[in-house]
């Protein structure tokens, strides 16, 4: 496949663009590198440019194009900064992609795998979230994303376009090679902050928000999907695409749930010494488990997630985090 690859500097970018590398497919990266870094794309053409500039994405569609399929990765994404900017986030992922759509109807494009969230779910009201959930995001960065399924949905319907949604949970992990790997400004996800304070060697600074949840250790139960295991999907859902009519939507995780003291546990086994902590007030908003049903993606999409040890993925990511190359 000859795939455009929006977003493609950044995090889960980067890790698609290798697999799809990997597998003889030929990339082209368009990223603004607002958040994302130019040293990540290295197995693709690259672009710099903005989704929020509709002419520019007709004009790469047709310069650059045809492709077989475009994957979409562009998006504001820290919910807490969606609650105090709304509209930084309804303009970047809702306008951008309709931007796209409106790109893709306009050059003939008909494909598209789309980077959606949990976050659409909200409050979980069952153990494993499915398909079936109720979408009711609690916060605009959930909201934007939702908004997005649901005008791919009528695109499909009146235009043709056919689109995946895939839901991740909480990625993590990185390149087992150790050449890309994740890097946010700020960090605010749980595994590298843990690996960054090991390196710091600090004693502090690690923060714990609650350990009074209705868990078996009281503190938040999360599922961790590996990077890679998402850029599998990404492509599984490509390749679906070709074969098959519609717009659709896959939860992806890996069906387990690891606790913040679990991953903290898993993280001193990896890095060999103490991790120290800091418990915190727990955060508004935060439920006390949140898992993913991955059944319908493994059973249309032939997905297998190959990181279900918790060690084994904070381990990718200590390969990384000791020589980050960005």
């Known amino acids: 496949m ?3 690859v929006l977003g493609g500097a950044g995090y889960i970018g980067s890790h698609i663009c290798k697999a799809l590398a990997l597998l003889n497919h030929q990339s082209v990266v368009v990223d603004n590198l607002s958040t994302g870094h130019r040293e990540a794309v290295r197995w693709s053409r690259f672009i710099e440019a903005d989704i929020l500039e509709p002419d520019t994405l007709i004009k790469i569609l047709q310069e650059e194009g045809p492709f077989d399929l475009i994957m979409h990765f562009c ?3 820290l919910v807490g900064e969606s609650v105090e900017k709304p509209a930084l986030y309804y303009r970047n992922n809702v306008a951008g992609t309709l931007n ?24 979980p009201e069952k153990e494993l979230i499915d398909e079936q959930h109720s979408r009711l995001p609690i ?35 990185a ?4 050449e890309i790997g994740e890097r946010h400004e700020p960090e605010t996800h749980l595994i590298p902050n843990i690996l960054k304070s090991a390196i710091a060697g600090k004693t502090s ?3 714990v928000f609650g350990d009074n949840y209705p868990t078996p250790d009281g503190t ?32 992806l995780g890996n069906g387990n749930g690891f606790s913040v003291f679990q991953v903290i546990e898993a993280a001193k086994n990896v890095v060999q010494q103490d991790i120290a902590y800091s418990i915190e007030p727990p955060r508004a908003g935060d439920p006390s488990t949140l898992v993913a049903d991955s059944t319908r993606a493994r059973q249309v999409l032939g997905w297998q997630p190959a990181y279900t040890d918790i060690e084994s993925i904070i ?12």
């Open 220 to 251: 938040c139960i999360r599922d961790y999907i590996h990077v890679n295991d998402l850029a599998s999907a990404h492509i599984l859902a490509g390749e679906y695409l070709q074969q098959n009519d519609g717009a659709f939507a896959f939860n």
């Open 100 to 123: 796209l759509l409106d790109a893709m109807v306009a050059t003939q494009h008909n494909k598209l795998v789309f980077s959606s969230t949990a976050a659409v779910f909200g409050m």
């Open 315 to 326: 381990a990718t990511a200590w390969t990384w985090h000791q020589n980050e190359k960005f």
């Open 75 to 77: 998006a504001k994404s």
């Open 139 to 173: 916060n605009p960065y959930g909201q934007s994303k939702k908004m997005v399924e649901d005008v791919l949905g009528d695109y499909h319907h009146a235009y043709g376009i056919k689109s995946v949604a895939l839901r991740y949970f909480n990625a993590c992990g």
């Open 175 to 178: 390149d087992p090679d150790g």
């Open 2 to 4: 000859k795939v455009l």
């Open 205 to 207: 600074g690690l923060k």
